[in-house]
């Protein structure tokens, strides 16, 4: 998977969850459990996302 795929995946996810997080405003706990582990997978792309590039930027020099 690309580095751009990989944001991209990220974006979808994140706009997946804006429901649930209008809901967790509002009161709704389960929802907030929804966007915590959802933001937990997200942090995880992230993080590939950021050795993907300093791996790619190490190994041209």
Do not use: F, Y
Request: hydrophobic letters at 35%.
């Amino acid at each position: 998977m690309s580095v751009r795929e990989m944001i991209q995946t990220m974006i979808n996810d994140l706009v997946e969850i804006m429901d649930d997080a209008g809901k967790h405003d509002n009161g709704n706990n389960a929802a907030g459990t929804r966007v915590r582990k959802e933001m937990q997978s997200i942090k995880k792309i992230a993080q590939e996302v950021r050795i993907r590039v300093q791996n790619d930027r190490i190994n041209k020099n």
